[in-house]
């Protein structure tokens, strides 16, 4: 055989290996893609199209001082209760302190009136080469699903941490859509006149953090204390975010732009960078 006859074959053989490859990672990323929608069609069934509950300003009286502050500046008193949420972001992500920024975009659908949520991520690791993120909270349960190309399984955990862990990032993330912390299943107590804490409690499973709020109203921190694996098991560490930045979305202002931290014995480690970019409520429908 010669050079050119044996060139042509080398380059045929890896244009197939190519194209099947790039078939198994689109087909990867479809299944994927579908069961994410699956979760959120189900999570979004029962959640009615239009809340008929108002919110006026004696429904804040009971709660402590700066948590009426943050909901009047939310702006939320006339306003309907949120009963359903969809938004996207975008940001960047990192596995480690120092690690390289990876750019980030996510999908996200919450029910307020019986609290869960399912968060779809895709995140770019290099030219070709993706993670696809999974994160669902349900009737007390989460779970969490990481794969590589969509089909290499990276994380899959479940289990009692992980229904406190996800149920702690819906009470983080219950900003986004301020009228939920009228909820029942939420109850606060005063710390000072600039925090309180929240504790939520869902099919028997509650755990509680510490919301900040700034002197104009804004809600500038979150902090708990969640579990993070390391080494294979699962260890309370100090976690929370720090929100940057405040914008008006649909005549509510909310935090728009985040910092999801974690806080390490050298210092915190800024994780998860991500910015609101659409938001709307009581539309439980699909983006």
Known sequence: MNMPLQLLTTFAILTVFVIALVTVIKAGRLRFNQNAKKQARQLLGASPNKSTEIIRQGDLAVLPLPVQRWLENSQIVGKEKITS????????????????????????????DEPG?????????????????????????????????????????????????????????????????????????????????????????????????????????????????????????????VNREFKEFNGIRIPSRSDIIWKEKTGDFTWFQCEITEIEYNKPELF
Not at 86 to 109: I, N, S
Not at 180 to 206: F, H, K
């Open 85 to 112: 949420v969809r938004l996207k972001q975008t940001g960047r992500m990192r596995t480690k302190e120092g690690g390289r920024w990876m750019p980030a975009k996510a999908v996200q659908y919450f029910r307020a």
């Open 117 to 241: 949520f399912v968060w779809q991520a895709d995140v770019q690791m290099a030219l070709l080469l993706h993670l696809s993120g999974l994160d669902h909270y349900r009737e007390g349960k989460g779970k969490m699903s990481i794969k590589l190309l969509s089909l290499f399984p990276v994380v899959d955990a479940q289990g009692p941490e992980m229904d406190i862990s996800t149920l702690l990032r819906y009470l983080a993330e219950m900003p986004w859509f301020p009228t939920a912390a009228l909820n029942s299943y939420i109850t606060w107590e005063p710390i000072d006149e600039n925090s309180a804490r929240a504790t939520m409690t869902c099919q028997g499973v509650g755990a509680s953090g510490v919301f900040t709020v700034n002197e104009k109203g804004d809600l500038t921190s979150f902090t708990a204390k969640r579990y993070k694996e390391v080494d294979g098991q699962y260890i309370l560490s100090d976690w929370g975010g």
